[in-house]
Each structure stands twice: as C-alpha cells, then as structure tokens.
C-alpha cells in the first residue's frame, strides 16, 4: 500500500525487493586517475546504466508495484518532459498498466520517443506549468489514473532511497555520499537511508549556481522559490519539492553549488577518463567535490551519477 | 623469458598472473535493448574501461615484465601514433625503466600528451613509415633498447590474448566469439586461447571494409598488402602482420566487412543504449553482427570493445 509517511529503514528495504527483478543493480566504478586529481577515493554509482539510462526508473517502479489492483485497472498518469515521463512509461508497460503522460508541445523529440517506445499514451500541452497542471488533472478526471508525481511523494522517494541502499550493501565505509539536487527526489532518499545505516557519514548536496533554490532554502532554513532557473544542467531545473526539503533540513550536511563551467569540466573528465556517457547533471557532485578539495581530502567518497540520457549531437565540448 | 613461439595454454596464463597486478580485470556488460535488435544475446568485453583506455595495455605489460634484467637496464623502444604508444609507456613507467616512444610529428597533441604523461620519451620524426622505422632503428642503435612491435610479438599476443582468457573464465559458453582486425594481435590472441579452450566456438573477425586486408588475406590464403586504407575506424588501418595471419588462418571462422556507415550506425547503439565511450574501431564486429543477423539468431556471441580513446569534439554524430 502507498506509503503516507516516511518510510522506515524495513519499508526501503522491502521496496528493494519489489523493484529489484524490474531494476538493474548497477555497478560502482572507482577511476585511480580522477581520485588522484581529486586527493580522495571516489565511488562512482552508475545510475546511468540503470533502466531508462536514470535512477527514475526505481521510484516509479516502486510507485507503481504498490497500486493496489483497482488502483491499476485505471492506470497512472504524471506531467514530465524528462526521465520521470520514461521512468514511468516503463514502469506501467511492466505492470501491464495504462501510463498517460503529459508533455509540453516542444518536447524533445527523443524524450517522446522513450515514452512511446514504453507503449506510453502522450498527451500534449502548451509549454507551461500552468497548462502542464491543468491539462494533467483533466486527465486524471477523465481516466481515472494515479497521478505518480516525479518527486514530491513517499513511494517514489522510497524507491530512489534504494539506490544508496546498495552502496551501504557493498560494505564500503563512505565518509561522504554526494547526490545532485534538483525536486530533491533522490536527495531525499539517499540522505534518509544514509541517516538509518551510517548516521556519521556527511550526505551533501551539489547543485547548480544557475539554478541554486536547494542551496537558498538551506541556508535560509525555509522554502526559497526559484526564479528563471538557467543551467546547463537540464535535470536540475526543478524546484525542490515541500517533503524533501524537510528531509533536506533534517539529515543533509551542506549543500554545495558550481557554475556551467565547472560542471562541463568535471563532465568532461569523467566523459574522458571513464569511458561512460553522463548527462550534464551527474557531474554537478564531482565538480563540487574538485571545488572544494580541501574537505574531502583522504576520504571515501560515493557519488550518484544520476543518469546517462544526453544529446549525443550537442556535447559542450 | 621471451616468447619465440605460439604460447601454449599454460603460458598465457602465466601471462595473465604476470600482469594482473597491472591491469584491470575489465566488466562484460549486457544490454537487453540491443539483444533485442540483434536478436541473439551479445557479451560486451569492456576494454575501453582498461587502463590506457584500450586492451594494448596487457600486451605492452606482458612484454616488458618479461624482459631479463639486463634488457630492463636499456629500456623499450617502439614507433605508434595510437594506444600502444601510451600502453608501452605506461608498461614501462611500471616496472620503472625508460621508454623510446618514435611518433610522427603530425600525431595528435593528445596522444603525445598520453606518452608523456607515463614519463615516456618521445622522439619526433617525419609522418613516414620509413622515417618511423629508420628512427626507430637509430633509437635501438643508440640506446640498446628492445623494440617492442604493436602486434607482430609472440609476447604482445600472449598478453593481447588474455582478454579473451577472462571472458572464458566468466564461464559463458560462447557460441561465437568476434574482435576488430587491423594488425591482428588481439584477433590472434582470442582465436588461440578459443582454440585452446572450446575449439567449437567460432571466433569471427570483422574489419572496416575500407581497410579490409584480412578479408582479402583470409579469401586468398595469402597475405594480401593494402593500399591507401580508409576508413573512420582508425585503429584498424594498420595491415596484418605475418604471424596473426597464420593464426587467423589456422585458428579464424570467418573475416566480415562493414562500410563506414553501419559502423557509425553500431558505434550510436552502444553510446545510446549502453552509455559507455568506445572508439569506431570497437563498433565493428557489432556492425557486421547487425549486419549479418541470422547467422547469429538465438546466439550467446562474446564482442570485444578493444578501446574507448577518441575524441570527443568530433564525434561522428
């Protein structure tokens, strides 16, 4: 059954296993070179090999798996134009469910393409959160569906909650787990799992200074809105939700920012000395880590990188 | 001590504890996705993760460790523009004695800057293969270093061929094994240790069409030479050497081709699907799968992605 509050360390264990046959467990790559330019150990969580090539894939698996079965005869509905929409196409096509997704009219035409080739019903609407909004609960009426929300709910936090889950089960004793923060989804989940198995490990955000509402929230202990977000990284243009920014006030360290440049940099390197496709936002950790070398120096390092769905054409280097 | 012929079973395991230490026991990875569109389930050796970013780093390893001590004392030598420059290099840079890298004045900045980074010497001449050989000589006359070739070495091969060796030990019982030709070493070296421990699979070469002197080689039964080759694959224009011919012919199913386009078109899969980095020269032998589907139908097929060095500004997509 949904869940209605945070969920306890049993409950994220449990949504493990529910998502598990339908998730890939993804590897923990360590480069020596980048840890020598670093001055610490890293290890890197590729979730760009997950499911729909982002972490996305386990909260809407999760979200998903818990409808109950009239809940899942009317299907699940949600307003994305990034990995959400894909994540939760999937999800529904597992399920054998209906999954209506809302998308702007100038939507990328790969980003649809994800959703249709998941057997997703696209509904599109003028480019607006307002028409985004409002197209989305005409579909809930009509249908009846489950709006699954990409961030700002238990099930789905939950089931991002698992992807640090498995760090902690590699036995590695991380003295810092570092996560990009854009709704706080995964942000959330990751400091609240850390807060149950390693309560002295430092959970720190990273986001960028083109759009740094998680970092003005911080530092200012309430709710900071944004305004005209501009960054290249495009998965981090949300707002943090309501929920996550109370798990943020509660079990995050600090929250760090980098500019574009930075973040291209660090993109670069990992692009370069990994060998693997990243999207702008998984480098925002690692840029900030390179920033601040002086506090993680000698440390073990984990980091999310969070998803690998990029335009191969428009590389920023 | 050096290999002066076709090592046996036992000595490319010895090989392969020789130089575990120094190299990284590269991932297979799976993808479902491109299973799918292939229609038979592929085995992804990852090279490209291997320290240099490509398998040349185990035959350059091998060499060197086997060198006696006196041939230590006077370092290696050898002329590349491309991986086993810096593989030869490193090697070296490892068991701490000199290294003599002759390349081309035109070669890639970033490709001297790999050399130089593992201390390697490098010593210019003109963008000739006379002016690299008679260099090269000059070099070896002066300094009494021990020429280490790129792939016509029995101890080169010996190491090239202890990546399939680790495939074979994932227990995965290969109907067909594929790997890039151009100077034949790590084709050589996955046919011999295929040979060795299931002479039942196929192991199959595939070469750009553009650059295809093993295809011809393979048809004729002779060494064919090639001119003028061309072809985006750019680590296969190099021409087979006499011992990896015999190897193929002894040891080799089959040679296919694929034009630039199919391996742009393979290359794009594996960046999509996958999000792994990987030369042209590593889209190959998917190509000429894709190309030559029912032949594999139903299939468990080992592929080699023998490297992931290119640069990323130019990109053909």
Redesign the interface.
């Known amino acids: 059954m949904s869940q209605k509050s945070k969920p306890s360390l049993s409950d994220i264990r449990r949504a493990h296993e529910r998502i598990q046959p339908f998730i890939h467990r993804t590897?923990i790559?360590t480069n020596s070179a980048i840890d020598e330019i670093a001055g610490c150990k890293i290890f890197f969580k590729c979730e760009?090999?997950q499911k729909v090539?982002a972490f996305k894939a386990r909260g809407a698996a999760n979200a998903v798996l818990k409808l109950r079965p009239e809940e899942k005869e009317k299907g699940v509905a949600t307003h994305s134009s990034g990995n959400h929409a894909a994540a939760l196409a999937r999800a529904a096509s597992v399920a054998g469910i209906k999954a209506y997704i809302v998308m702007p009219s100038n939507a990328p035409e790969i980003k649809k393409k994800a959703v249709r080739s998941y057997g997703g019903d696209i509904i599109e609407c003028d480019p607006t959160l307002k028409a985004r909004e409002s197209t989305l609960e005409e579909v809930v009426k009509k249908t009846g569906a489950r709006f699954i929300p990409p961030f700002e709910d238990w099930d789905v936090i939950e089931g991002q909650a698992t992807c640090a889950l498995e760090m902690w089960e590699e036995g590695i004793a991380f003295d810092t787990l570092m996560a990009p923060v854009g709704g706080g989804g995964l942000l959330g989940g990751t400091a609240l799992v850390t807060h149950y198995l390693s309560p002295n490990t430092a959970v720190i955000a990273a986001e960028p200074s083109g759009a740094d509402d998680a970092y003005q929230s911080f530092k200012a202990g309430k709710r900071v809105p944004m305004e005209g977000p501009q960054t290249i990284a495009d998965g981090l243009l949300t707002s943090m939700g309501g929920i996550n920014f109370d798990l943020m006030m509660e079990h995050v360290d600090d929250v760090l920012t980098v500019d574009d440049g930075e973040i291209i940099e660090a993109m670069?390197l990992i692009?370069?000395r990994?060998?693997?496709?990243?999207e702008p936002s998984c480098a925002v950790p690692l840029a900030a880590l390179l920033k601040n070398k002086d506090r993680f120096m000698g440390q073990k390092v984990g980091i999310i990188l969070s998803g690998?769905n990029v335009d191969?054409?428009k590389?920023p280097?």
Chains 1, 2 share one sequence.
Not at 274 to 278: A, E, G, L, R, V
């Open positions: 590897p790559l760009n090999f090539g670069r692009y370069e990994m060998k693997i496709i990243i690998g191969l054409g590389l280097f």
